[in-house]
């Protein structure tokens, strides 16, 4: 009997250890996402200004999304999400134009509107790849062009990479064909925040 007693006591034991963990685990997770939403989410917005157009790049943490998708009530979800895709990184990719005007238009692109919303959203993935402190080349495997329907003074696309080293100190190289500036590098050396 007092066996049986001495086993349940240790059971319990466990269990309460078990369940404290799991409390830390949660609130580590909770501390660690908010910290990175104090921190303002994004990397520094990178910015090179060419006649009147700026084009400005941000590294976003693949968290963001995630959370996003997700919701706060789902953090360890959250977390186990971004373990398998750590090694993809989404860049958000901005074009303005000093006098706030619609930047697809014929007048700055040299092609009529539509052929430019087609460009903007299938083929201009091919114009930017990824350069690592390794010196390896990762092409863009992926965009997303916002519409904003004239609403917006800027355009914005969403551009995604596979299989990059959480590690590595990036640079986006840019080779412009739609606005014919030429080639641009941002290079983020600001690494990810680490969770």
């Not at 790049?57 to 995630?66: G, N, R, S």
């Not at 697809?104 to 460009?119: C, V």
Request: proline residues 2%; hydrophobic residues 35%.
């Amino acid at each position: 009997m007092k066996e049986l007693i001495s086993l349940i006591l240790v059971l319990i034991f466990f269990c309460s250890c078990n369940e404290n963990k799991k409390e830390e685990d949660l609130s580590s997770l909770e501390f660690r996402y908010f910290n990175l939403e104090n921190a303002g989410w994004k990397s520094r917005v990178e910015t090179q200004k060419i006649d009147n157009m700026a084009f400005k790049a941000t590294l976003v943490p693949i968290q963001y999304y995630i959370l996003k998708g997700k919701g706060r009530e789902e953090l360890q979800a959250v977390d186990s999400i971004y373990e398998k895709n750590k090694r993809e990184r989404v860049v958000e990719f901005i074009f303005e134009h000093d006098s706030e005007e619609d930047v697809l238009e014929s007048k700055f692109t040299n092609q009529d509107y539509k052929s430019a919303i087609e460009y903007m959203s299938f083929a201009i993935e091919k114009d930017f790849y990824l350069v690592t402190s390794a010196n390896d080349t990762i092409k863009c495997s992926g965009v997303l062009h916002e519409r904003n329907y004239k609403i917006t003074p800027y355009t914005k696309i969403m551009l995604f990479f596979s299989d990059v080293n959480p590690n590595d100190k990036l640079q986006l190289v840019y080779k412009d064909v739609l606005y014919s500036k030429g080639s641009m590098k941002f290079s983020f050396t600001d690494p990810i925040l680490n969770l």
